[in-house]
């Protein structure tokens, strides 16, 4: 029997959508995602993308219509005893490479760091987990010097409270998700700007189903 997951996402305020299905097949996961775009007007390869992935080793993104490919490799070493997560992306396309690393010090602390080769761009993050419950996240932004936060809790019966705020943009997000390994999981996500006079907040909904073919 094989396992499969559909993972579905809808943006309210732009009246689209994004849905993929993947597949295990062997060691490596395949995934095909689309947009309304690749339906809308009568099937079509607009908005198409495949992926193969090995997880914990490597990731490889075709974009179809534009024949674009995205790379991305992981690898974890170990600094001290402690381990470093490495993750290198290059995007063809945009001609842009990306380096992540993340130092795991404790359960309880994790400090991180991304940034994209050749230009000035580079976030700094400290994440710190509380009794296993609750979790902040300060993000330094080097290239805009300003700090970005997260806060997020746990609550009973496997649901997720997240709060963001950008300080450069001034823009407020709120996140619930509810993640379960049997059925599937959500997320609905909503954002304001603080900057701009009092609008509805933008949402967003994600669900995904886990299948046995």
Not at 91 to 116: E, F, Q
Not at 167 to 193: D, I, P, Y
Request: charged content about 20%; some cysteine; aromatic content about 10%.
């Amino acid at each position: 029997m094989m396992k499969a997951s559909f993972k579905g996402k809808f943006d309210v305020d732009k009246g689209g959508g994004v849905a993929s299905l993947s597949f295990n097949a062997g060691n490596a996961k395949l995934r095909a995602t689309m947009t309304d775009t690749s339906l809308v007007a009568g099937p079509s390869l607009n908005g198409l993308s495949l992926a193969v992935e090995k997880p914990g080793f490597f990731i490889i993104d075709y974009n179809v219509p534009k024949k674009d490919v995205r790379f991305q490799f992981m690898n974890t070493v170990r600094i001290a005893e402690k381990p470093l997560n490495l993750t290198y992306i290059h995007m063809r396309g945009d001609n842009r490479t990306i380096v992540d690393g993340s130092l795991v010090i404790d359960p309880a602390n994790k400090l991180s760091a991304n940034y994209m080769v050749g230009t000035k761009n580079c976030k700094l993050k400290y994440t710190y987990v509380h009794g296993g419950i609750a979790t902040f996240e300060p993000c330094y932004d080097l290239a805009k010097n300003v700090w970005d936060f997260a806060v997020s809790r746990k609550l009973y019966g496997g649901d997720n409270l997240k709060a963001t705020y950008q300080t450069s943009s001034k823009m407020l997000g709120l996140e619930w998700s509810r993640n379960s390994q049997s059925t599937g999981s959500f997320k609905v996500c909503a954002s304001m700007n603080l900057a701009e006079e009092l609008k509805p907040p933008k949402l967003t909904a994600e669900t995904t189903w886990n299948l046995e073919i």
